[in-house]
């Protein structure tokens, strides 16, 4: 074997146990945080994640759900169907396209993921305090360029044209008042077009 091949061989694992350390070490303070964040609304991760990723895309079909949520499409499904027991989410065809299932929120589901937003508390996240002596430094949170164009190139670019979008309509849809966060009323934002 080559110099150049073992060195390549050797930066490959190298590489690849950073990114699973520091992946792993990040999700695990991220799903407690999580966890910690929406267990009074009796809801776990994936529910949580199934109704932001229904109300960012106003319908998602359950394909989407679980491309966009990195999650089986039975879990997504399953998941899914549970949160339409509890009267969060609808199920139905549109006339377009009657192959595919999609996924709205509904008027209960949609109040409960705004009651999350409301109670999320920044000092509680992990992750976010950890990055604080970042932006104190230089002014900004790290960029996040070079995992998105990783991410980009293992799940597509769909992946990350969905993601761009859901944190332009986040962006949008929400203003701070107070230190709250607030839905921007429909009504408003139609005037102020």
């Not at 950073?18 to 529910?47: G, M, R, T, V, Y």
């Not at 065809?93 to 705004?114: A, C, I, M």
């Not at 360029?145 to 670019?157: A, D, N, T």
Request: proline letters at 4%.
């Amino acid at each position: 074997m080559d110099q150049q091949s073992s060195q390549s061989m050797k930066q490959s694992i190298m590489f690849s146990h950073k990114i699973a350390q520091l992946s792993k070490a990040l999700w695990k303070s991220i799903e407690k945080d999580w966890q910690a964040w929406i267990k009074p609304f009796d809801l776990n991760i994936n529910e949580h994640h199934i109704l932001w990723i229904a109300y960012h895309l106003e319908g998602a079909s359950i394909s989407d759900i679980a491309k966009f949520g990195v999650m089986h499409v039975s879990t997504a499904f399953n998941f899914s169907k549970k949160l339409e027991e509890r009267g969060l989410l609808t199920f139905s065809k549109r006339q377009t396209d009657k192959r595919n299932t999609y996924v709205y929120l509904t008027p209960e589901g949609e109040e409960l993921l705004l009651e999350t937003f409301e109670c999320y508390n920044p000092q509680t996240y992990g992750v976010y305090s950890g990055s604080l002596p970042i932006k104190d430094l230089y002014g900004k949170f790290p960029e996040f360029s070079e995992l998105m164009s990783i991410v980009k190139h293992i799940y597509g670019p769909d992946f990350i044209s969905i993601f761009e979008k859901s944190l332009s309509k986040f962006e949008e849809d929400f203003t701070e008042e107070d230190g709250k966060l607030r839905p921007v009323p429909k009504n408003k934002e139609a005037s102020s077009s």
